[in-house]
């Protein structure tokens, strides 16, 4: 009995004034080349401004959007919203999966009619 006490003091003791917290260069590790890539892919996605295109009128919006669901074709959407910094959100680019009365689904991602700014369809 007394061994378990004195070696859980020691324990203690040693936690509790001896111990260092490597902190950050501990966990440093454990990031996996994916996650170094894919955190550097994140930050060149935020460096980068979007470009703004000319506006297009809604119904011819519609037609291409319409026309690149129809052929299989892939489209990229710009919207009109601007992010904090007063940029152009990046554009959405994929496949037409479908529509809604009020708007577009780009590789599950809903877009509203009322927030397309243009639509360029890709070769």
């Known amino acids: 009995m007394t061994n378990n006490?004195?070696?859980s003091r020691i324990v203690n003791n040693y936690f509790k004034n001896d111990y260092r917290e490597r902190g950050k260069m501990k966990w440093q590790g454990?990031?996996?080349?994916?996650h170094t890539s894919s955190l550097k892919k994140d930050d060149n996605q935020?460096?980068?401004?979007?470009?703004?295109?000319?506006?297009?009128?809604?119904?011819?919006?519609?037609?291409?959007?319409?026309?690149?669901?129809?052929?299989y074709?892939?489209?990229?959407?710009?919207?009109?919203?601007?992010?904090?910094?007063?940029?152009?959100v990046p554009n959405v680019s994929g496949v037409v999966m479908g529509f809604s009365?009020?708007?577009?689904?780009?590789n599950q991602k809903y877009i509203a009619f009322q927030n397309i700014r243009t639509v360029v369809e890709k070769s």
Request: glycine residues 4%; hydrophobic residues 40%.
């Open 46 to 71: 935020r460096i980068t401004v979007t470009k703004k295109l000319p506006r297009i009128p809604l119904s011819e919006v519609q037609n291409m959007l319409r026309s690149a669901a129809e052929n």
């Open 73 to 88: 074709k892939k489209v990229t959407v710009q919207q009109n919203i601007k992010d904090l910094e007063g940029h152009m």
């Open 101 to 106: 009365d009020n708007g577009v689904y780009i």
């Open 5 to 7: 006490r004195d070696f």
């Open 30 to 34: 454990f990031f996996l080349s994916d």
